[in-house]
């Protein structure tokens, strides 16, 4: 168990992948054979891409979550220890390890294949997180029986973030239940067809809703206060992990308690840096690279 004499800023509970990205001049057609111009393999998953976001963004951060032992799961299982990242909260079985096909188009649009084999969530007993602490926790709902059990255990005691990045059963169990529900536009269109009519609904539903909207920046709703952030202006190479980092680093903020429109800042920066570059957890900046883009960019906010 990870030393409990030190707090994590953040606890990451959710999915880790294995990512294979391959950059290719367009999407295949059917039947066609397409020659890829690169290739990177690289440690994935949303929670576990947001625990390597935050270690590198300098704050402490833990994964928890699963791994197969296999080839995968040591390669991943390695990159979390290098990056930083507590990993004693790792489930490490002989099912294997989530595997991701990754297309990548020129123009940084992406299509993505991934695999499970008949590994399942983790059981609500898989981790017992007695004497764990943390300023905030972030939840992918990739585990929900196990996120529900620690949403039971530390209440209100501690914020919570939800990473939404699609509607399933997960993200469906959880997003009544945290502090921040931080929301992809494809779970707000899949919830209510459209942002606008999402975030209205949403936000009877979680106190702080954030509905990202790629390069078109970002919606919000705080009880009956609304915004909007436009993303920072850059030139996209690959999206893929672009959310991961928004969410690592928006957590982060909440757990340094940065006022609310540092962190939707904080985390943009972070989000848009992760786009220019191959892969996502080539693409998370590291806290001098996040403090180049933050600083030379503090776009307008409107109502």
């Known amino acids: ?59 402490q951060a833990a994964f928890a979550g699963y791994l197969g032992r296999d080839v995968y799961g040591d390669s991943h299982y390695a990159e979390l220890q290098q990056a930083g990242v507590e990993t004693d909260l790792i489930v490490r079985g002989d099912s294997p390890t ?29 981790l017992d997180f007695f004497g764990i602490t943390a300023k905030t926790v972030l939840f992918d709902g990739h585990e929900p029986l196990l996120s529900l059990a620690l949403l039971d255990k530390i209440g209100n005691a501690v914020p919570t973030v939800l990473d939404a990045g699609s509607l399933h059963t997960g993200t469906e169990a959880l997003m009544a239940k945290v502090t921040y529900l931080v929301c992809s536009e494809k779970f707000a269109l899949q919830y209510a067809g459209d942002p606008r009519t999402a975030l209205s609904r949403l936000a009877a539903l979680s106190p702080n809703v954030v509905i990202t909207l790629g390069e078109r920046g970002l919606i919000w709703q705080r009880g009956l206060e609304t915004g909007n952030l436009p993303a920072p202006p850059i030139a996209a190479v690959d999206t893929t992990g672009a959310g991961d980092a928004f969410h690592g680093a928006f957590a982060a903020a909440v757990a340094a308690e940065m006022t609310w429109l540092d962190s939707l800042y904080f985390a943009s920066a972070a989000g848009a840096f992760c786009c220019t570059r191959m892969g996502a957890r080539p693409g998370l900046p590291d806290r001098v690279q996040h403090q180049q883009l933050l600083s030379s960019w503090r776009g307008p906010i409107t109502d």
């Not at 990451?12 to 690169?38: M, N």
């Not at 595997?99 to 059981?123: E, H, Q």
């Open 98 to 126: 989530p595997l991701s096909a990754i297309l990548v188009k020129p123009n940084g649009k992406r299509a993505l294949l991934n695999y499970k084999g008949d590994t399942k969530i983790l059981p609500a007993d898989a």
């Open 1 to 59: 168990m990870p030393d409990t004499r030190t707090c994590l800023d953040v606890l990451c509970l959710g999915h880790a992948s294995y990512d294979l990205v391959f950059s290719v001049p367009h999407h295949p057609a059917e039947d066609e054979k397409l020659f890829a111009d690169g290739l990177l393999g690289c440690g994935g998953g949303p929670a576990a891409n947001a625990a390597v976001a935050i270690a590198r963004l300098g704050y």
